[in-house]
């Protein structure tokens, strides 16, 4: 699994949201990946309305 700067603030946010008092970093790994292919759907599906104007955008979306 790909290790980010976002896993600790993952994991604290599902501390804060009560989900455990200690989330692993697995569970951290799974929330941001799935994060992240929503952003990446999201954005490709932004794509096919707007095509000229996103193509710098696609350029932020390598974690």
Do not use: H, N
Not at 10 to 17: A, D, L, Q, T
Not at 21 to 44: D, F, K
Request: hydrophobic content about 45%; overall charge negative; charged content about 15%.
């Amino acid at each position: 699994m790909k290790m980010t700067g976002y896993l600790e603030e993952i994991r604290k946010m599902m501390y804060v949201c009560g989900d455990i008092v200690q989330p692993s970093t697995e569970s951290a790994g799974l929330v941001e990946a799935v994060t992240q292919q929503q952003i990446v759907q999201l954005v490709r599906s932004m794509y096919v309305c707007t095509a000229p104007s996103i193509i710098p955008v696609l350029s932020l979306l390598v974690w």
